[in-house]
């Protein structure tokens, strides 16, 4: 049987809320960064296509959450179109404003987007636990996730996880740290910063300056 983790209460969003972003304070990444628990808060973001009616509530939510966390990225890098509306590529994904690139990410609650400015890159996830530690499963999923963000469109192929190798979970008493994340046909190990916190597990990987795709 599968196991789900339980919807965080509201003192428990504020708690991760407020450790995800020390950890963030603390990493040495130039990128910009929004995390949020309630992204009305935010700048409003003129949607670029309608949600379908019958789409379910929590899906409006996260979409509206993830392009209005999207646009605060984009507004604290200085962009100048960072409250038009975020289109997105044919294959779904949002399409981050020229000399940008970008990533985001909600889960249980939370929203977290990142925006760098060309030709750096950057990849993030976010996901909940079942338990005060990330399993072997949830761990490999959400290193792989970060990472496969930041190397596309690089590496245009549909995400297969059989071609990313992480390392194994860390000690549950690690709160954060630094993983090395290999990609069949990619030269060299990609470096995951993460964090787990709360019942929360956040990954972002940064390419300064990404090689040519294979």
Known sequence: MTSHPAQPGAADLDAALHDL?????GWPVSSAICLSRQPSDLPDVPPPFPLPAHAPTHRHHDWHAGRR????????????DALLPLPRTPGGAPDWPAG??????????LTV??????PQRVGLDLEP?????????????VLTESA????????????????FHAPPPPDPARTQGVADVHVLGWPGPL?????HTHGFLLALTLLPAPPEAP
């Open 191 to 195: 470096q995951v910063r993460w964090a």
């Open 113 to 118: 987007a990142a925006a760098a400015r060309a």
């Open 129 to 141: 636990l079942t338990g005060p530690a990330p399993d072997a499963r949830r761990w490999r999923h």
């Open 69 to 80: 966390c999207a646009a605060h990225a984009l507004h604290l890098l200085g962009h100048p």
């Open 21 to 25: 972003r020390r950890h963030l304070r």
């Open 100 to 109: 940008t690139h970008g990533s985001l990410s909600h889960a249980g609650g």
């Open 148 to 163: 496969f963000k930041a190397l596309w469109p690089l590496r245009p192929d549909p995400l297969d996880p059989t071609h």
